[in-house]
């Protein structure tokens, strides 16, 4: 029986979905002792967290717990306990660190049909201490009758009532990420995000100049335990992980969604069957949030026709300083076949976790051209195993324990992989309907600039 890679969560959390269960109703009327749940937070943090010892001095723990204290001290409902929570967990500056779970919370969602990118002014106005955002729609699904009069291009200038700069700092300060592009991806991901069942309002400026307001309905959320399993049940088996096509000059383009599900090999393997025959292959893995390491492995191998280490890792020993067990090195599983073709991959700041690790083994066994806005989000590191599950009267934490190397023994987190080549879109190129990433990325196939694996 062969040993499967450490495993490696989506980012950001799947049970981000889920709705209240039934039990956690009762949990609203019932007051919060915020101030235990932050101490625990802490605690937990002290004894597992990995990047205090990978990190040492780059973090002020107990300052940030002394700032929130009187926050917790008042907040007696478990939405406001929750938010102090979620703040202290974005201030470990780490993507797989979070509040997982607090009963009672009112369940959040996103509008469904439009996505927002900020875009920077190239001039950075006087006192100012960063160059101003501004907000645009980059999709938006027309089908939705909302959506139906608002092109890509539009300007969002308030998010209900409040300027966007003012959203953008608040989300901000309430998401976890490993580093500053991810930050800012996954916050462009979240502004929208409200109760379950209510309406935002937008204010935007279109195109044209004119102005306008929008109101985006969220859609309702499950409410009971059994809710929640169909529809995760459902979800996990059908949801679409894989996309293939054929392009020009006998090239082929994958696009892999994420790694979270077993079967995303069997999809894989399909699409790569299907483009075995082609010249060279693009593999988008722009905003997938990562997922198991068995996959990894297994994904890896396809391309490589001898054993090669995918990474090491490394894990904190719970509750000791400065003691690392270093872990056997995670090698990739072959198949059968592989394709010798070049490789282009086409990451971003969504590209997380386990995403990182595939990228970063391609990268580093020269097997890759990686073409990029920017970096990977720059998660190496897992949540999972041991007491890293953390739950006082069901609330629940998690952070990461173990931490990933490339062969020269420096860490991918909260650094990502560099691209090769960095290509970033602009405004106009989503107004335009291009994408200047894939069109880079076949420019490098059609030039050679992505090798085929030696010896093929």
Known sequence: MRSRAPLLVLAPLLLALLGTPAAAQQAKGKRVDCVKYLNESRKVVDD?????????????????????????????TPDACADVLDRFMASLRDGHANLTYFPGRTPTVVPRGIRLKRFKDRILLPGALRPRQRLYVIEANTGRPELERVPVGTEVLSIDGKPVQEVLDDVEARTSASTAWGLEHWTDRYLLEGPADTDVKLGLRLPDGATRDLVLPRPRRYQNEKDAE??????????????????????????????????????????????????????????NGGGLGGVVSDLVGRFFKKQVQVAR????????????????????????????????????????????????????????????????????????????????????????????????????????????????????????????????????????????????
């Not at 090239?251 to 790569?272: C, H, N, T």
């Not at 056997?328 to 969504?350: E, F, M, N, Q, S």
């Not at 990502?416 to 880079?440: F, I, K, N, S, W």
Request: some cysteine; aromatic content about 12%.
């Open 230 to 287: 169909d529809f995760w049940r459902v979800y996990g088996d059908t949801v679409t992980l894989v996309t293939w096509k054929r392009l020009g000059d006998g090239f082929g383009y994958i696009k892999f969604v994420s790694f979270a599900y077993e079967r995303g090999v069997r999809e894989f393997d399909a699409a790569l069957d299907s483009l075995r025959d082609s010249r060279g292959l693009v593999v988008d893995l722009r905003d």
């Open 48 to 76: 597992y967290w990995s990047f205090l010892i990978f990190k040492v001095g780059a973090f002020d723990i107990p300052g940030m717990v002394a700032r929130l204290r009187p926050e917790a001290e008042a907040a007696t």
């Open 313 to 456: 890792y490394i894990i904190r020993e719970p509750r000791k300083e400065y003691v690392i067990r270093d872990l056997a090195p995670w090698i990739a599983d072959k198949r059968k076949w592989t394709y010798a073709g070049p490789v282009v991959l086409i990451v971003d700041a969504g590209c997380f976790s386990a995403c990182d690790i595939f990228t970063n083994a391609m990268d580093e066994n020269n097997r890759a051209l990686v073409l990029g806005a920017t970096a990977t989000g720059g998660g190496s590191a897992s949540p999972v195993g041991g007491p890293v599950f953390p739950e006082w009267e069901g609330v629940s934490i998690r952070v990461s324990y173990l931490i990933a190397q490339r062969k020269d023994g420096s860490h991918i987190e909260s650094r990502g992989v560099r691209p090769h080549v960095m290509v970033e879109p602009t405004l106009q190129d989503y107004v335009a309907g291009r994408d200047p990433l894939l069109e880079r990325a076949l420019e490098a196939l059609q030039k050679g600039e992505a090798r085929p694996l030696a010896g093929s």
